[in-house]
């Protein structure tokens, strides 16, 4: 298990290595001056050179790219003055010589060009909200799309079942983009009477009166919209997963016992259909931690999706650059955990 977990992080670190390399020369070949876009078009050149210095921007590219490794490394080479400690905010660890130490931090993402704040303090406000979304609409997948699955299984061959199919055809069809425009749209607008629900909204909200509140029903219609694909997927893994199961010959010996079809299928037939369904619940869980930046934007939540969308529009690289880089390290840490639990619970997958 030791010599598993060893080679899982290994790939893992090379991936992540992988990304860093690629965003970095991706946003630095870009057109536009990082200087000119930190102070503004209005800044006279003597102040520039000095921005450009600052940011390394004089240096040659391979070079920047080795400061950036440096910046975003947990463990780096820092020099020992009080505005690099502020800067980097680190620990010392070992001298390695009279100016420089090598120190461990949280990795640095830079600076945002428009605000000035740190981005990863930018990212980290961002986050809770980001990750409270895809967890209610993982939930909300899960929850009816093995309900749905399940029904659809048991009457197969009716109107339910048909309907069923159907309707998770359709939401697997329908990019979450469009879902949530029409959403948005339908009951935040057109129904807002009867529904009583916000077009756009953050969980957490300001009033004049009361300050600061939980607006936990901002929350339903981003959910509902970022969760229609993997309920649809969920649905047609758990339907023909427990049809499978269901043909089995320990099935039909549970049925002459006697059993009630209620703790024939939520008893012995679905825990061993579950199996491919806890492998899509995984990986949507991933790809809606990384990947709900419209649904996010469309319905106003305050997320690194919207932040990132509106970085983008005013061209704050730095900002983007922080948001790919933990998005592609939330979706590497969540499948890395993914790959322990299946080498813990069958050995077969540590052995390959």
Known sequence: MVSFLARRIRYSILVLFGVVTVVFFLFNVLPGDPARLTMGQRSDIATLENVRKEMHLDKPLITRYFLHLNDISPLGIHARDSASKAKYEYVGLVPISKKNILAVKWPFLGRSYHTKRNVGEVL????????????????????GGILLGVLAALKKGTWLDTSAIAASVAGISMPSFFAGLIIAYLFGYLWHEATGLNMTGSLWEYNALTGRYLALHNLILPAIALGIRPLAIITQLTRASLLDVLGQDYIRTAYAKGLSTTKVVFRHALPN?????????SGWL???LAGSFFIEYIFGWKGIGKITVEALDKFDFPLVMGSVLLTAFIFIIINLLTDLMYGWLDPRVRLR
């Open 124 to 143: 980290m406000e961002a986050l809770p909200g980001t990750v409270i979304l895809a967890l209610a609409a993982m939930v909300l997948a899960t929850i």
């Open 273 to 281: 259909a579950m199996n491919p369904v806890l492998t899509a619940i």
């Open 286 to 288: 991933a790809e809606l």
